[in-house]
C-alpha cells in the first residue's frame, strides 16, 4: 500500500506539491477547468531548484525546504521518477485532445531524460558517482511498443 504524504493521494511531481517528499507547499483555491491546482500562494518553506537535463536542457522544480537543504545526489533518481510520473499526469490529463499514439510518442522522448547536474553549483566530482537513474519500472508509465501488442495464435499441425 503506497502511503501519501498529502491528502490528495499525489505521489507525483504537480502544482503545488513538493517534487521529492509530495508535501503540500502552497495554499490552493479549488482546481482550474484542468484539474489543475488553483494556486493562492506558495508557502514561506517552498523552494525552486534546478537542474540540467542530459538533453541539455534546464528543469525547475519546486521543493520543499527541508528536502531542498538536505538534497543528495542518491535523491536524484527518486526526483526524476516523481517528475516524470508528473509528466505523464499532464499529458494523460491536460492533453486529452491529443491521439493516444502522440501521447505514447511524446512520453517516449520525455521518459529518457535524466539529471545530469544541479545547477547553478553543479555536483562536485565525488558527488557526481553517486547520482542516481530513474528506476523504469516505478514510473508507472506504460509505453506499449509492438511487442506488447497481441499476437496471432500458431497453428499446430
Not at 545526489?73 to 491529443?98: C, K, N, Q, Y
Request: charged share 30%; with cysteine; hydrophobic share 30%.
Amino acid at each position: 500500500m503506497i502511503k501519501y504524504n498529502n491528502e490528495y493521494n499525489v505521489d507525483y511531481d504537480k502544482p503545488g506539491f513538493c517534487a521529492l517528499c509530495h508535501i503540500i507547499i502552497a495554499d490552493f483555491d479549488g482546481f482550474n477547468p484542468n484539474m489543475t491546482p488553483r494556486i493562492i500562494r506558495f508557502h514561506g518553506t517552498a523552494r525552486q531548484s534546478y537542474f540540467k537535463l542530459s538533453d541539455g536542457s534546464r528543469m525547475a522544480v519546486m521543493m520543499c525546504e527541508g528536502c531542498l537543504s538536505g538534497f543528495a545526489p542518491e535523491d536524484v533518481g527518486p526526483l526524476m521518477e516523481s517528475v516524470i510520473r508528473g509528466w505523464h499526469w499532464e499529458v494523460e490529463t491536460l492533453m486529452g485532445f491529443w491521439t493516444d499514439e502522440k501521447k505514447k510518442s511524446h512520453m517516449r522522448v520525455y521518459r529518457k531524460k535524466e539529471i545530469v547536474d544541479r545547477l547553478p553549483n553543479g555536483f562536485s566530482s565525488k558527488e557526481i558517482t553517486k547520482v542516481k537513474k530513474p528506476r523504469k519500472n516505478r514510473l508507472n508509465v506504460k509505453d506499449r511498443t509492438h511487442r506488447d501488442l497481441p499476437r496471432k495464435p500458431r497453428r499446430v499441425r
